[in-house]
C-alpha cells in the first residue's frame, strides 16, 4: 500500500516549468532536518484555462526528481477530481482529491440514513477525544441524537458519491495503489468538529481509505493571500479537527496517517503558528496545498530580470486589469479585491523593478505590497497561457532568478513557519 508521509506540501506548477525549484524547497527542509513529501497537485479547472494534460504535470514531476536526485516518496494529485473529471488523471496520477463538495445537501436516501443513525449509536453523547484538554477545550464534543441524524441528512449523499469516484479509481489503479482525499472546501460553510467526526464514520462505512481529509474551516481562505478571521478560533476548531481523526482512525479503522489537508493553503501566514502548535500537540502532520503562489513568483522573477522580463510582466498585469471581470469569475468565492486598490496600468507601465515586485511579493511588513494587486494577478495566469511560447520562452531565458524566488517563496514563507515552526 502506498502511504503519504506525515509532513506533505501540495505544489502548483502552472506552466510545468518550476518542479524543480519547487524539489529544491523539500530537499533545503530535509538539510534542516524534517521530512517534507511534495506531492504536485493541478486541478481540471486549471489544466482546461491552461490548455495542459495531466500526465505534462507526471512529467515535469518525474524529470526534476531524476534531475534532482530525490530519492523519497513524491506524487501527483488529480486535485478536486469527481465522476465526470477524472478519466485523464488515471494514468499519470497516484493521489486523488475526490471533491464532493458540490453534493453536499443533496438527500440521500431515507433508509441509508436510518441505517447510518442506527449503526452509529456510539456518536450520541460526549465523545471523550484524548488531547483536547491540554488545548483547555473540555473533554471533547458533543452530539445530540438531532446533530447525529442532520448530519447524516446532509452529508451522507456526498460520501455516498465520494465512494462511487474512489471505487472507479480503485478499479482502474487497484486496492492500495493510491492516495484517496476527500474535499469539502469549495463550498459555503465550515464544517464543525462534530460533522467532521461523523463525516470521518461515514468514510469509513463506504470503505474508504482515505489518508488525508480537506473540510472547509471558518474564515476566509483566499487564495494567494492571508487567512481573514479569527485565528484563536480557528487554532480550536484545528485541534478538536486533529483529535476527532484520532479518535475516527481508531475506532473505525481508517489509515493511520489519516491527517488533514489545508487547502488554498499557501501564504495563510497568520495561522501557521497555530497549524504548527496543533501538529505537536497532537503528533501528527498535515498536508498542506499550495498551488498558484508558483506562478506568483514566475512573474516577481520576471520583473525582477528587469528588460523584456519586466515588459511582459506588465503587460500580463494590462491585461488582466482589462479582463478582470472575466477571470476573477470562477474564482469569486476565494477572491477579495477592492477594485479601488488596483493601479492603473498606465501608472504600473512607469514602475521599477523593485516597485513591481514590492506590490507584488507577500511581504506585509512592506507598505508597498498591494493584496487586491497580488490577488488579480495570481488569477490572471489565462493571460500568461495564451501568451504561449512568448511568455515559456522567458521563464527559460530567466530561470535561475525564477527559481530562485520559487524556492525561496515555498521554503522560508511556507514550509519553515509550518512544519519547522520558525517564525518568517
Ligand atoms: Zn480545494
Not at 477545550?137 to 451522507?156: D, H, N, Q, S, Y
Not at 479537527?241 to 484520532?246: G, N, S
Request: hydrophobic share 45%.
Amino acid at each position: 500500500m502506498i502511504t503519504l508521509g506525515t509532513y506533505s506540501i501540495g505544489v502548483g506548477d502552472r506552466f510545468a516549468h518550476q518542479a524543480k525549484a519547487q524539489l529544491e524547497a523539500c530537499i533545503l527542509a530535509g538539510k534542516a532536518g524534517i521530512e517534507i513529501i511534495p506531492v504536485w497537485n493541478k486541478s481540471n479547472r486549471e489544466h482546461t484555462i491552461i490548455g495542459s494534460e495531466p500526465s505534462s504535470t507526471r512529467a515535469a514531476a518525474d524529470a526534476a526528481v531524476k534531475a534532482l536526485g530525490w530519492t523519497k516518496p513524491y506524487f501527483c494529485d488529480a486535485d478536486h477530481a469527481n465522476l465526470t473529471t477524472v478519466d485523464w488523471f488515471l494514468a499519470p496520477c497516484d493521489f486523488f482529491t475526490l471533491d464532493v463538495a458540490d453534493y453536499i445537501g443533496k438527500p440521500a436516501e431515507p433508509s441509508s440514513i436510518d441505517s447510518f443513525v442506527g449503526r452509529h449509536s456510539e456518536l450520541v453523547g460526549v465523545i471523550e477525544l484524548e488531547g483536547v484538554e491540554l488545548e483547555g477545550m473540555g473533554r471533547g464534543i458533543e452530539i445530540t441524537p438531532e446533530l447525529l441524524r442532520a448530519t447524516a441528512a446532509k452529508f451522507l449523499f456526498a460520501i455516498e458519491e465520494a465512494g462511487r469516484i474512489y471505487r472507479k479509481i480503485e478499479a482502474a489503479k487497484g486496492k492500495g495503489k493510491i492516495i484517496p482525499e476527500v474535499s469539502m472546501d469549495e463550498t459555503d460553510s465550515a464544517q464543525t468538529p462534530a460533522e467532521l467526526l461523523i463525516i470521518l464514520a461515514a468514510i469509513a462505512d463506504e470503505g474508504i481509505p482515505i489518508q488525508t481529509i480537506a473540510p472547509k474551516f471558518s474564515g476566509r481562505f483566499n487564495k494567494g493571500v492571508d487567512y481573514v478571521g479569527d485565528v484563536a478560533q480557528f487554532g480550536r476548531e484545528m485541534a478538536l479537527d486533529m483529535a476527532a481523526i484520532r479518535y475516527a482512525v481508531e475506532r473505525y479503522g481508517l489509515p493511520s496517517n489519516l491527517k488533514l489537508s489545508v487547502h488554498s493553503g499557501s501564504d495563510k501566514f497568520s495561522i501557521y503558528p497555530a497549524i504548527h502548535a496543533s501538529m505537536k500537540t497532537f503528533s501528527t502532520g498535515v498536508h498542506l496545498k499550495t498551488a498558484g503562489t508558483t506562478w506568483l513568483e514566475e512573474i516577481i522573477g520576471l520583473a525582477e530580470a528587469g528588460g523584456d522580463g519586466l515588459a511582459l510582466a506588465k503587460k500580463i498585469y494590462a491585461e488582466a486589469f482589462d479582463h478582470s471581470a472575466e477571470l476573477c469569475a470562477p474564482y469569486a468565492t476565494v477572491i477579495d479585491i477592492d477594485p479601488a486598490m488596483l493601479p492603473s496600468p498606465t501608472k504600473v507601465s512607469g514602475w521599477t523593478s523593485e516597485q513591481f515586485t514590492a506590490a507584488l511579493r507577500h511581504n506585509q511588513g512592506s507598505p508597498a505590497y498591494n493584496p487586491s494587486f497580488r490577488q488579480l494577478l495570481h488569477v490572471g495566469f489565462k493571460i500568461a497561457a495564451k501568451m504561449g511560447r512568448r511568455y515559456l520562452d522567458l521563464l527559460e531565458a530567466y530561470e535561475s532568478v525564477i527559481a530562485k524566488n520559487v524556492t525561496e517563496n515555498l521554503y522560508a514563507r511556507h514550509i519553515a513557519p509550518v512544519f519547522l515552526g520558525l517564525e518568517k
